[in-house]
């Protein structure tokens, strides 16, 4: 049993190189339960990679990741997703020709287990097709969910990612540039969707809005060139002059 | 789809995703037309529902799943040898015959699954093919089984259900193909709709993200790899059963491509693609018997750059464009 | 007096080079922008007839068709770039496979239209007839000046690659694509330059081949399933990877034929089949 102060998130010691080139050195880090934590850094540091690595889609080189108290390095990703660890694409990566129905009830019924029922009809799951349903509705995609993914304008295709995301009822969420390319109109929507998530869920998000990261982070973590370098308080990142210098100096908006 | 005409509710929505359409049954209300309108040519319509079959099992592979492969006749030629062997040597029931091929032929795609769903791309294309190519080698080899270039020799088909006499018309060949083609359609008709159904479409939307949602897609792949391959190896044996032969070129890398061109030229993924496209493939072929073979391929590769270019999803697929604009979308 | 196995060698590796010639651009290109191409084999069988036409109806020397030969598979190969083929960049694989395939039965349908689909007859000059003998070998000329010009040939690619301009672009383009364009390198005009390449050597591969495997349409397609394992066991985007596998190949094949010829292709299949499983990308593949 996990006690509260056991950290949802964690690794000791990641690390991985390609040949020479090291993207991720030695990254200790530490995510509370229910915690809003985001990651920045500039392009190339490594961010994505991060990502990658925990939810095992690129093994690592040392160390070692676990999810509450389980050490899960050597998990295979959907094995990591139904423990409870689920990461959102920077690019859309959805099913262009599903429409948004099919494709969250396919994620419930994969998290229900019933995937690999090919006797009934997909329609007589009731139970998964409501769940999915309502994911759809509280992320104000209702009224969308019949039309293919492919013909869903890019801010709704970004909603969609989070909802598929949500379709796992992950413990941990990743979510890497959630409104990446939306337009600022639309990106309201996605900001909200992601403050009205429970407070019992943890999340990880890599951000370039400092807007955003200031309003919705109550801790920031600055990586840069594979490696961790500096976290606290947005106060503290805000004073950091290193962090200005090698970050926040250069880009304001996005 | 039309919103107006469905109920809003999710779980009415997919079940009328599903319904039978009209023109569906006019469809299998026509395959009985042969027997009224060309009764001369049933052998021909029994060869045509024999790989409307083999193109179904290949669409749920490639247009389901978005398996390439290049080498499935071979399936379909374990499915014949089988069948054909077991007749040779005394037992040459029909239905069980399909029985034993089917059952031949899904432990042998089982076996290959866990190797398939570990490629994809150029490796997956070239192992398709590599498992084809080697099975005709070995088949060719192995004379003293297959009978080599001279094909399988003294098979008997017994009497379907202990009435039906194969006759050489092919009255009984044909509603023999038809019945297995028919009922074995249905079986894939629910699988299309089943949640596996589902998840096969997700694989071929966008394998990367099934792992990411909890969903462990080689084993979907195995399993569908396997019911593939039997359904080939059932088609396989209804040839064997009603030509009474069996020959080297069942499981040829020839049959395979053909195969491919015929479920593209129908349109992959819309299961009734293979279906299409096999008899507009080889009532072509019936007619155009006469001519030099590099005129066929010429127009062959003519049809493959249109199709590609012009028409991807096939003759459905532009079917399908049409009645949509037609509908005033 | 070297024992006869080494006859065999020889022999095997001059047909490995040119099963390398045949292979190089389509290992490339495929590494460069994952375009399947199987139309690559039609080059090469065009480039033959052009060697076969020019010598035989027009009297030039052979050696004389060889760079036509090259040039005529290279410039078709733009044409056919530029009309379909840069529309499918971006399809699937099977598109592609397709396309190409399509185009393939075309070709094959046109050269048995006008060349009838008997074997081409060639004939060497004098002075690469015959055959020399070193330490008891019997060593034909032929294929002692396809081994020599196929090594020269890779000698150029390979300091091509490493030490011009755009031999870095092209190892920066099959590296990583898409950091190749952001970085400005103009991915699909060196594709379009490699391709071209690729295409030509094919064309000279299809030229050279006649003496050793004749020329007729099916050429097209026999050979394709050997530049096929080839690409796929050397690894995408590798010349030294189908130099290697075509070498590997080439004597497997002569060897296979020569001492266990009721195998047939089999072992060839099994080999493919067996090293693909151990590494998918290829022995030197990196995708």
Not at chain 1, 184 to 209: C, N, Q, R, Y
Not at chain 2, 29 to 39: C, D, G, I, S, V
Request: proline letters at 4%.
């Amino acid at each position: 049993m996990e006690g509260p102060l056991t950290p949802a998130l964690s690794t000791r010691g990641l690390a991985k190189s390609f040949g020479s080139l090291i993207v991720a050195r030695d990254i200790e880090l530490s995510l509370p339960q229910g915690a809003r934590y985001a990651l920045i850094g500039p392009n190339g540091a490594g961010k994505t990679t991060l990502i990658n690595l925990m939810t095992g889609m690129l093994a690592p080189n040392a160390g070692q990741i676990f999810l509450g108290e389980d050490d899960i390095t050597g998990l295979e990703p959907q094995e990591r997703v139904r423990r409870g660890l689920t990461r959102t694409f920077q690019i859309n990566t959805l099913f262009p020709g599903l429409n948004a129905l099919e494709a969250v009830t396919l994620a419930v019924a994969e998290r229900r287990g019933i995937a690999r029922q090919f006797w009934q009809n997909v329609s007589t799951y009731k139970e998964t097709i409501e769940e999915a349903h309502d994911i759809l509705v509280k992320l104000r995609l209702g009224d969308s969910c019949y039309q293919a993914t492919r013909e869903l304008p890019y801010g709704r295709q970004r909603l969609l990612e989070i909802a598929l995301a949500l379709a796992t009822k992950p413990k941990v969420l990743l979510l890497d540039e959630p409104a990446a390319g939306v337009p600022p109109e639309e990106s309201g929507d996605i900001f909200e969707a992601v403050a009205s998530l429970s407070g019992d869920l943890t999340l990880l998000f890599i951000e370039h809005d400092m807007h955003v990261v200031f309003r919705f982070a109550s801790h920031i973590i600055v990586l840069v060139g594979g490696g961790i370098y500096a976290e606290g308080s947005p106060a503290e990142i805000a004073a950091n002059p290193g962090v200005r210098e090698v970050y926040l100096g250069t880009r304001k908006h996005d | 789809m039309a919103l107006t005409e469905t109920a809003r509710t999710p779980q009415l929505y997919l079940q009328h995703l599903s319904r039978w359409r009209p023109i569906e049954i006019a469809f299998w209300l026509a395959t009985l037309l042969p027997y009224w309108l060309t009764p001369d040519y049933l052998s021909l319509a029994s060869q045509i529902a024999i790989t409307a079959l083999f193109a179904l099992s290949l669409d749920l592979i490639l247009g389901y799943a978005g398996i390439v492969s290049l080498g499935h006749a071979a399936f379909f030629g374990i499915g014949a040898y089988t069948a054909g062997l077991l007749s040779k040597y005394g037992w040459g029931e029909p239905l069980t015959g399909l029985a034993a091929a089917a059952f031949t032929a899904a432990i042998v795609g089982y076996a290959t699954s866990f190797i398939i769903a570990r490629f994809r791309h150029l490796a997956l294309i070239m192992l398709t093919m590599g498992f084809g190519l080697l099975l005709g080698e070995l088949a060719n080899s192995a004379g003293w089984l297959t009978g080599g270039v001279d094909g399988l020799q003294g098979i008997h088909t017994w009497n379907l259900l202990g009435y039906f006499h194969f006759d050489l018309y092919g009255y009984t060949a044909y509603g023999y193909s038809l019945a297995v083609l028919f009922v074995v359609f249905l079986g894939a008709r629910r699988l299309i709709h089943s949640p596996f159904g589902l998840a096969l479409r997700g694989i071929r939307e966008n394998r990367t993200r099934m792992p990411a949602i909890g969903a462990a897609s080689r084993t979907h792949i195995q399993m569908i790899y396997t019911i593939s391959a039997a359904l080939a190896g059932i088609a396989g044996a209804l040839l064997s059963e009603t030509t009474q032969t069996v020959s080297l070129d069942s499981l040829s890398f020839e049959r395979s491509a053909e195969l491919l061109v015929m479920l593209v030229l129908g349109g992959a993924g819309r299961l009734y693609g293979g279906l299409v496209g096999a008899a507009i493939f080889m009532v072509a072929r019936d007619q155009f018997s006469g001519i030099e073979p590099q005129y066929w391929y010429f127009w062959i590769g003519v049809l493959l750059v249109v199709v590609v270019i012009f028409m991807p999803n096939g003759v459905l697929g532009g079917l399908a464009k049409i009645y949509a604009r037609w509908r005033g979308r | 007096m070297l024992p006869p196995v080494f006859g065999v060698l020889f022999d095997g590796f001059a047909y490995g080079m040119l099963l390398f010639l045949l292979s190089v651009g389509q290992s490339v290109t495929l590494g460069m922008m994952n375009f399947i191409n199987l139309a690559h084999c039609a080059f090469a069988m065009l480039g033959g007839y052009v060697t076969v036409t020019l010598a035989n109806r027009y009297g030039w020397p052979f050696f004389a068709t060889l760079p036509v030969a090259f040039i005529a598979a290279a410039l078709t190969s733009v044409v056919f770039e530029r009309v379909l083929y840069r529309r499918l960049y971006r399809a699937t694989d099977l598109d592609q496979v397709l396309l190409t395939i399509g185009i393939t039965f075309i070709s094959v349908a046109v050269a048995a239209y006008i060349f009838t689909t008997q074997q081409q007859p060639l004939q060497l000059p004098s002075y690469l007839r015959g055959s020399i003998e070193i330490l008891g070998l019997r060593l034909a000329i032929y294929r002692l000046v396809l081994i020599a010009l196929s090594l020269i040939i890779t000698g150029i690619l390979v300091a091509a690659l490493d030490y011009t301009r755009f031999g870095a672009q092209v190892r920066a383009a099959v590296d990583n694509e898409r950091m190749a364009r952001g970085i400005g390198i103009d991915v699909d005009r060196t594709f379009a330059v490699t391709f071209a390449l690729g295409s030509g050597l094919a064309g000279l591969g299809g030229a050279l081949a006649i003496e050793i495997v004749g020329l007729d349409p099916s050429f097209a397609f026999t050979y394709l399933v050997y530049v096929l394992i080839v690409v796929a066991v050397g690894g995408l985007g590798s010349i030294g990877g189908s130099f290697a596998a075509a070498a590997v190949l080439g004597i497997s094949d002569i060897a296979g034929k020569y001492y266990v010829p009721q195998l047939g292709a089999f072992l060839i299949y099994l080999v493919m089949i067996s090293l693909l499983m151990w590494r998918p990308a290829g022995l030197f593949g990196r995708r």
